[in-house]
């Protein structure tokens, strides 16, 4: 029942949402207030544990293990879940004409199914003074939510506003630990993102005339008596254009033909 697609839509969401985080920096300043240091800090999809196993680590030339260094940021997909009230009518569709050899095709998509990702940014530092420039870094762009456009389906150009909301923000600080255990800064905020999944692209010719036929004889021998035809106007517009349609009606009971736009009803 189900064939291969792949619209790279959550991947495209979560590198999206990596950079808004990858370009943070921290400043180290000296007595007098003036700058003596500045470390943009490391950016990855990971998990946190990850990161806390790394931390403990000790130099060894066998294996090559070797602690991170600190500050570092993490962030990894906590969650999928369907959002039932963004529900949008699934017979729409979204539409693109290309041209190819054997003429117009249109392809087209239907309306996304909604979704919300839920994303966990992990901040690592060894002091307070740098935990917290990043955090302010961060907090004050979400109000609770900060707004991103994704270029969903490039093909059709389909482009979509996704607000990211900012759940919480958890912070832990492992200061109480042994002589030998590194101590640690870490903040933990979780972010929903309000996002769209497309499903498979068809593809179809472009309709270029509607034609209806229409009949009152109810005696079980029905025949054709007026014919509607629209066509866009001029013939030669595409799907993406939109100049007008003509409309021309034709009587089969007395012969005449004429367009209800431009003739009169006599």
């Known amino acids: 029942m189900f064939g291969y697609f792949y619209n790279e839509s959550m991947r495209r969401m979560t590198i999206a949402f990596g950079q808004l985080f990858n370009n943070i920096q921290i400043k180290r300043k000296d007595s007098s207030g003036s700058t003596i240091q500045s470390i943009r800090v490391p950016l990855a999809y990971a998990p946190k544990e990850k990161f806390l196993t790394r931390l403990d680590q000790q130099p060894d030339l066998d294996n090559r293990e070797f602690a991170i260094t600190l500050p570092r940021m993490s962030f990894e997909i906590a969650s999928i879940e369907y ?3 963004r529900k949008l009518n699934r017979i729409q569709k979204f539409k693109s004409v290309k041209t190819t050899a054997d003429g117009k095709i249109l392809d087209y998509n239907y309306m996304p199914v909604p979704y ?3 994303y966990t940014l992990n901040v690592f530092t060894a002091t307070a003074e740098g935990g917290l420039q990043i955090i302010e870094q961060i907090l004050p762009y979400f109000q609770p939510d900060y707004t991103v456009t994704i270029n969903a389906i490039p093909n059709l150009d ?3 506003d996704v607000p990211i909301i900012l759940n919480s923000v958890n912070y832990e600080d492992s200061y109480s630990g042994d002589y030998t255990t590194r101590r640690a800064v870490i903040y933990t905020l979780t972010f929903t993102a309000k996002t769209y999944l497309f499903g498979p692209a068809s593809t179809q010719k472009v309709v270029k005339t509607v ?3 229409l009949h009152t004889n109810t005696t079980g021998d029905e025949s054709r008596e007026v014919r509607i035809e ?5 013939t030669t517009a595409d799907a993406d254009d939109d100049f007008g349609f003509t409309t021309t009606i034709t009587d089969f ?3 005449k033909t004429y367009n209800p736009t431009t003739d009169s009803d006599e």
């Open 83 to 85: 959002d039932a009230s």
């Open 230 to 234: 629209i066509t866009p106007n001029p």
């Open 253 to 255: 009971n007395d012969g």
């Open 211 to 213: 034609q209806t036929d």
């Open 116 to 118: 919300n990702i839920s």
């Open 158 to 160: 389909i482009k979509r």
